[in-house]
């Protein structure tokens, strides 16, 4: 069974540095992509960006470089999201999402991170 | 990049009637490479359609999605009181890794 496994809530003070996960099961880790979607409060959803853990070729929605950093570490079928500074408008649910190609559709999401970024 | 724009923002009908969701893109949306998915309170979304018109595995037969170019659409035949959600489309044929739509809420009347 695929599985998308994020890792669990988190509450952060502005300027502070985060770093989230999504571990893969079930497949073949190496040969989708991931991609991190972000969805605000109340709001829609809005891609972020997306990885193919087998070389790490790494592409950013243009709204989004420079903000935050995808990263992959195959030996241990896990994909990161990260934030080097936070602000309180980071704060939002965020999605890990597998697809099979980098022009594709979304087969499976994670269960979701609830970042909050409050002073 | 591809700007989807999904009307209306809320519909609102009973269960046993038929929904009607629209999706149109800025541009020609490139091999129907459009998707349609289904989010419940508190839930991850779900794949519903793909490629336009192909269910994805385990979506009931009253989903039907149609369209190209710039104009699509999903339909639920006879609502059921568990479709009743915020619907996206998607757009995955340009700029990697695509755009979603802003959604449609269905809603109880």
């Known amino acids: 069974e695929v599985q998308l496994v994020q890792s669990g809530a988190e509450v952060k003070k502005p300027g502070e540095s985060l770093k989230i996960s999504c571990k893969g099961s079930g497949y073949s880790f190496t040969s989708y992509w991931i991609g991190w979607v972000r969805q605000m409060p109340g709001k829609g959803l809005e891609w972020m960006g997306i990885?193919?853990?087998?070389?790490?070729?790494?592409r950013y929605s243009p709204s989004f470089q420079g903000q935050v950093t995808i990263s992959a570490d195959k030996s241990i079928s896990t994909a990161y999201l990260q934030w080097s500074s936070l602000k309180a408008s980071d704060t939002a649910m965020y999605y890990c999402?597998?697809?099979?190609?980098?022009?594709?559709?979304?087969?499976?999401w994670g269960q979701g991170t609830l970042v909050t970024v409050s002073s | 990049e591809i700007v989807l724009t999904q009307s209306p923002g809320t519909l609102s009908l009973s269960p046993g009637e038929r929904a009607t969701l629209s999706c149109r893109a800025s541009q020609s949306v490139s091999s129907s490479y459009l998707a349609w998915y289904q989010q419940k309170p508190g839930q991850a979304p779900r794949l519903l359609i793909y490629?336009?018109?192909s269910r994805a595995t385990g979506i009931p037969d009253r989903f039907s999605g149609s369209g190209s170019g710039t104009d699509f659409t999903l339909t639920i035949s006879r609502l059921e009181p568990e479709d009743f959600a915020v619907y996206y489309c998607?757009?995955?044929?340009?700029?990697?890794?695509?755009?979603f739509g802003q959604g449609t809420k269905l809603e109880i009347k």
């Open positions: 999402a597998r697809q099979v190609d980098i022009v594709a559709y979304v087969d499976y």
């Open positions: 990885i193919y853990p087998g070389d790490s070729d790494t």
């Open positions: 998607q757009q995955y044929g340009s700029s990697p890794p695509g755009s």
């Open positions: 490629g336009a018109s």
